[in-house]
């Protein structure tokens, strides 16, 4: 079967003052369709730079990507990226943010889109509610309904959780799973913090330090729901922090 | 005492001060010219009974409003053009910023050369004064939105007009209704200068005129107050314009 997305020898160079700076070089992989595929380095590797370049935002230098096998030249409301600062209209409630990407719907479809997912996301009683007036959980919750009722074939999740604290952190873990399991999208994760890739993943891409290729991919099959505190997952860990450079006694890699 | 008892002591004491300063300074001095706040009164109320006090004042706002509106219908736009492409912003912004500093009082004499001695040379002024602070408002609320939202809606497949409609206006709004009332009130301040060289009606007329036929102090005192008091009730509108749903969103965190 076609890989859902194929990525062909990517590579990316930035212009600074202190001259160019190599961020991808040559970075090939392909994700199958409702595959979860987590992409992990040492941080200012380039890993958003590469989810830039897949999701459209970006032009690479060489290389090219393909979404069904199409070439990726503009962003597409068939993919769609989620800040790790969340993107909702500060001007627009929660409703209006959710209905933002849809188009041609009837009102009646809206309505019944908007009570869904606000409730797949648990904000219900929040619909007339402004983004500054949730807390940050919330905001990536609602980022989330938002991208979902576009039902987007494949999400682009930029660190989503990275500016959480620890415990909605893993809330939305769980929230992100239970989603994924009612609504299959190809997921591309990109995060600097290994558990979170192993809780999630099907696949783990290392990255190496600047500039980006890929190290290393170790395949996750660990049985879902996955126990953070599994022997098994412990030691995937262990040999991904490892990988990175970092050895677990030194501290955890988040 | 509660809070908006306080509010009201506290704008009511510091006039009341000013007043009783004013007058115990006028009587001591024993000016002959310079009025009592009472003698002020009597002037506001004089002026109010011939209609001269509306006549002058619906002039003086009629040319605001000339002025203001062909500024606003210009200075949006390209406010909006400078903050949207760095092209427009690279072409236009030395013209902005230099002409800006310069106060549109300098300006009087070319507008008397070029539009005569009427209406139109006030509202030239006027539209100078108020261009320059939408223009750059606008500019900067354009050029300050933030890039995820575009990329947010980009990721929709908005482009063009749908984007700058649905994106970009909104977004740079609060900045844009920021500027419009920093405009206004440069406008207000522009149309009384203007006034006093240009026309025979108007707020700034009624001063220059009083002072010139008969040093009437007590008018030309009673013009300011009226200039005042418009001002405040120009900016108190505006400043409810800043509190719509619409706009309030940028000022809570």
């Known amino acids: 079967m076609r890989p859902k ?3 062909r020898g990517i590579a990316k160079t930035f212009p600074t003052r202190s001259g160019p700076l190599p961020v991808l070089d040559g970075i090939s992989f392909s994700v199958a369709d409702g595959e979860f595929v987590a992409v992990i380095g040492p941080s200012g590797c380039g890993k958003s730079t590469l989810l830039g370049v897949l999701a459209g935002f970006e032009r690479p230098d060489r290389g090219e990507v393909r979404v069904d096998g199409e070439p990726v030249r503009e962003p597409k409301r068939t993919g769609i990226y989620i800040f790790q600062q969340p993107a909702l209209f500060p001007w627009l409630d929660l409703e209006g943010n959710l209905v933002f990407g849809l188009n041609g719907a009837s009102p009646e479809e809206r309505r019944r889109l908007v009570a869904h997912y606000i409730a797949l996301v648990g904000l219900e009683g929040f619909e007339h509610t402004f983004p500054h007036q949730l807390s940050g959980g919330m905001q990536q919750r609602a980022e989330l309904a938002r991208v979902l009722m576009v039902k987007p074939e494949i999400l682009y999740m930029d660190e989503p959780f990275g500016s959480l604290d620890a415990l909605t952190r893993l809330r939305m873990r769980a929230e992100l799973l239970r989603i994924l399991s ?44 996955r126990q953070l505190s599994s022997p098994d997952l412990l030691a995937l860990k262990a040999s991904l922090l490892k990988e990175l450079g970092v050895a677990e006694s030194t501290g955890d890699a988040s | 005492m509660s809070g908006l008892d306080g509010r009201w002591l506290a704008t009511f004491v510091p006039v009341a001060v000013l007043l009783a300063l004013w007058h115990v300074a006028v009587v001591t001095s024993g000016s002959l010219i310079f009025p009592t706040p009472w003698q002020v009164v009597v002037g506001l109320v004089d002026l109010a009974r011939q209609g001269l006090l509306l006549k002058h004042v619906v002039a003086s706002l009629f040319r605001v409003t000339y002025g203001y509106l062909l500024a606003a219908a210009l200075a949006i736009p390209v406010g909006m053009l400078m903050g949207r492409f760095a092209t427009a912003h690279a072409l236009l912004n030395p013209l902005v910023q230099g002409l800006r500093p310069i106060s549109p009082i300098a300006w009087i004499p070319l507008a008397i050369l070029w539009f005569g001695v009427g209406d139109l040379s006030p509202i030239f002024l006027i539209f100078l004064s108020s261009f320059f602070p939408m223009v750059v408002g606008t500019a900067a609320g354009v050029m300050t939105i933030d890039r995820k939202l575009i990329r947010a809606a980009s990721n929709f497949e908005f482009t063009g007009f749908q984007l700058f409609r649905s994106v970009v206006l909104p977004a740079a709004l609060p900045q844009i209704v920021t500027g419009m009332r920093i405009g206004l009130g440069v406008a207000w301040l522009v149309v009384v200068a203007a006034e006093m060289i240009a026309v025979n009606s108007g707020l700034g007329y009624l001063i220059i005129d009083s002072r010139n036929a008969g040093n009437r102090y007590d008018l030309v005192v009673a013009g300011m107050v009226a200039i005042g008091v418009i001002g405040f009730l120009l900016d108190t509108l505006m400043r409810k314009l800043e509190r719509l749903d619409e706009v309030r969103w940028r000022y809570e965190t």
């Open chain 1, 182 to 225: 009612r609504e299959r999208h190809t997921v591309l994760l990109v995060t600097h913090d290994v558990e979170e890739a192993l809780h999630l993943a099907d696949r783990v891409l290392v990255l190496s330090p600047r500039p980006a290729r890929i190290q290393t991919v170790v395949d996750v099959t660990l049985p879902r729901p």
């Open chain 1, 5 to 7: 997305i194929e990525v």
